[in-house]
């Protein structure tokens, strides 16, 4: 810095001390964030809580300043090209100094379908930062993400051998979670059919249904189900099939929905309405 350059005032011997600096170092540049590490489990269950943390540093010379955004996300490929799965947003406060770095997490709902995924995390992802074009570094890929699911069937049941219409009696059966994937989500409901043909379609009869709120449900775990039904006056003598069928309403993701459903004649005898109806 320099005063009175042009010698407009005069100042006699004064002059020798109108210099001084330099001022400095001083940093000219922009801010360069970057994801250092990703960190998730190796293996989820679709529908559970997915724990994901990263480390976040500013590579750049100045400090990063203001609010952005870190934002998470699934994808299929080890690089993280292609389409991603939204999983959660993180905004971000400044400042972050040059050369500093910081622990950041979140939890996330694992998303179907099952299979291999990479947790991808992007920093700045809106761009609110002026990176002066040094964003190649924004993104990291983590290590692959095994997601599996959950397959629930009925394992076993029980029913009477012979029935009389308007007269109450028990259907009991349990549910297991054959699959390899815990079973998270909202409530399911198991519903109970009389079937004249051990298919569940339009002339079945719904004799009752029962919910379960149970979370998680673990692989290879059990779940007892009992519903107290009464045959209505419609029921003609015959011989029917009772027929349950786990999460009827496909609340949950599962493997398979197509072994939701078991016959009563797997696990005893054929439900059948007497011909000598009681009332």
Same mark, same amino acid.
């Given at each position: 810095l320099e005063a009175d350059i042009y010698n407009y005032v005069a100042e006699g011997a004064g002059e020798s001390d109108n210099l001084a600096g330099p001022v400095g170092p001083l940093a000219v540049g922009a801010p360069d964030l970057t994801i250092a590490s990703v960190t998730a489990p190796a293996v989820v269950s679709v529908g559970a809580p997915l724990a994901v943390s990263w480390t976040a540093s500013n590579v750049g010379i100045v400090p990063a300043t203001g609010s952005w955004l870190d934002r998470v996300t699934f994808a299929d490929t080890a690089d993280g090209s292609g389409p991603r799965t939204a999983l959660v947003d993180q905004w971000v406060n400044g400042p972050l100094d040059a050369g500093a770095s910081t622990k950041r997490g979140a939890v996330a709902t694992v998303p179907a379908p099952a299979g291999t995924r990479f947790v991808v995390v992007e920093t700045n992802a809106a761009g609110n930062v002026n990176e002066s074009g040094a964003t190649g570094n924004n993104v990291m890929v983590g290590a692959p993400v095994t997601v599996v699911a959950a397959n629930l069937v009925v394992s076993a049941g029980t029913a009477p051998a012979s029935v009389q219409q308007l007269v109450p009696f028990n259907v009991s059966w349990t549910d297991q979670n054959a699959g390899p994937g815990d079973s998270w989500g909202g409530c399911w409901t198991d519903r109970v059919y009389l079937s004249a043909n051990a298919a569940i379609d339009g002339s079945d009869t719904e004799l009752g249904a029962v919910q379960h709120c149970d979370t998680p449900i673990a692989a290879a775990a059990t779940l007892g189900g009992t519903i107290g039904v009464t045959l209505p006056e419609s029921v003609a003598p015959g011989t029917y099939h009772v027929l349950v069928k786990v999460d009827a309403d496909n609340a949950r993701y /599962?493997?398979?929905? =197509?072994?939701?459903? #078991?016959?009563?004649? /797997?696990?005893?005898? =054929?439900?059948?309405? #007497?011909?000598?109806?009681?009332?």
């Open positions: /599962e493997t398979s929905d =197509e072994d939701n459903v #078991r016959r009563s004649e /797997e696990h005893t005898s =054929e439900l059948q309405s #007497r011909v000598d109806i009681s009332y």
